[in-house]
Nanobody, 125 residues
């Protein structure tokens, strides 16, 4: 499966932004799709995921209450809606997919075999 992330940009603190991850080349319903982010000089951190089997969603504690994840099956797209953005949310956001992730490793980037190219989100104070 191929992934294309988009929607990043420069925003001010408190603003909202919606990222999109469009999938192609696979059976979309088989995959868990996740968002990770990586700030300069830092590790890649888990943000959220959408497990299509059972429509299970998960949000990292660091963004819970501000970020939500959703999907559009017809468009093979997973969205990350980000609100009340903070300067510390500044990072390159990557979407990733896996057909074999389970709940115990859903937040591990090693569990995802397919990655999009990333989209930069910059939040100014």
């Amino acid at each position: 499966v191929q992934l294309q992330a988009s929607g990043g940009g420069l925003v001010q603190a408190g603003d909202s932004l919606r990222l999109s991850c469009v999938a192609s080349g696979g059976t979309f319903s088989r995959y868990t799709v996740a968002w990770f982010r990586q700030a300069p000089g830092k590790e890649r951190d888990y943000v959220a995921s959408f497990k299509f089997s059972g429509s299970y969603t998960d949000i990292a504690a660091s963004v819970k209450g501000r970020f939500t994840i959703s999907r559009d099956d017809a468009k093979k797209t997973v969205f990350l809606q980000m609100s009340s953005l903070r300067p510390e949310d500044t990072a390159v956001y990557h979407c990733a997919a896996s057909s074999s992730v389970i709940r115990s490793n859903i937040a591990s980037h090693n569990a995802y075999a397919y990655w999009g190219q990333g989209t930069l989100v910059t939040v100014s104070s």
